[in-house]
């Protein structure tokens, strides 16, 4: 069956960066799309970006972009989000989930989050 | 850039209907997904498309997209579906959520 099981959390200084790993299994990536979601304490889900199967390309939210970087190596079935210069705003749960494989479409399987803190 | 609104809270009665609602520019013309999440749980996609439900979800969920308005309908509402929810469409290439809605059975 499907499942994405993601890495343990992470406690960060600010300006230092945090790599998220996502292993799945169940499919393979060339059928769907992976996306990065994040959730501050108490607050709603965030998209950071993933692949658009209708553009054919990884793409991130405007307010992530140069600062966030998402790769998945065929050869583990791991995806990884990488975002860096953290501030403590980006305190949160960050969540790997699948997408569409043709269109762009809703996400039916979500990993168990990955809590990342950061604080001096 | 475009922006999903919802109410941020719903009150409903166990065994009573409760609407939840998820408003946008011409969201009509876009796919709307519903996610439910209970604490320190990860989201369950529990309607994609507008109006299908992924295997497993109860029947009880339903969902409808006819104009600037989609909504998530939960009939005969139950004790384990109060938890939050969250709609979701694609605009262009960009994924965005609504702000969610706490959704109490009381």
């Known amino acids: 069956q499907v499942q994405l099981v993601q890495s343990g959390a992470e406690v960060k200084k600010p300006g230092a960066s945090v790599k998220v790993s996502c292993k799945f299994s169940?499919?393979?990536?060339?059928?769907?799309?992976m996306h990065w979601v994040r959730q501050a304490p108490g607050k709603g889900l965030e998209w950071m970006g993933g692949?658009?199967?209708?553009?054919?390309?990884?793409i991130y939210a405007q307010k992530f972009q140069g600062r966030v970087t998402m790769t998945e190596d065929t050869s583990t079935d791991t995806a990884y989000m990488e975002l860096s210069s953290l501030r403590s705003e980006d305190t949160a749960v960050y969540y790997c989930?699948?997408?569409?494989?043709?269109?762009?479409?809703?996400?039916?399987?979500w990993g168990q989050g990955t809590r990342v803190t950061v604080s001096s | 850039s475009y922006e999903l609104t919802q109410p941020p809270s719903v009150s409903v009665s166990p065994g009573q209907t409760a609407s939840i609602t998820c408003s946008g520019d011409?969201?009509?013309?876009?796919?709307v997904y519903w996610y439910q999440q209970k604490p320190g749980q990860s989201p369950v996609l529990v309607i994609y498309?507008?109006?299908k439900r992924p295997s497993g979800i109860p029947e009880r969920f339903s969902g409808s997209n006819p104009g600037n308005t989609a909504t998530l309908t939960i009939s005969g509402t139950q004790a384990m579906d109060e938890a939050d929810y969250y709609c979701?469409?694609?605009?262009?290439?960009?994924?965005?959520f609504g702000g969610g809605t706490k959704l109490t059975v009381l």
């Open positions: 989930t699948r997408g569409g494989g043709v269109i762009r479409d809703g996400f039916d399987y």
């Open positions: 169940g499919y393979t990536l060339n059928e769907l799309s």
């Open positions: 692949f658009d199967p209708e553009d054919d390309e990884t």
């Open positions: 011409e969201l009509g013309d876009k796919y």
């Open positions: 498309q507008d109006t």
């Open positions: 979701q469409a694609w605009d262009s290439s960009t994924v965005v």
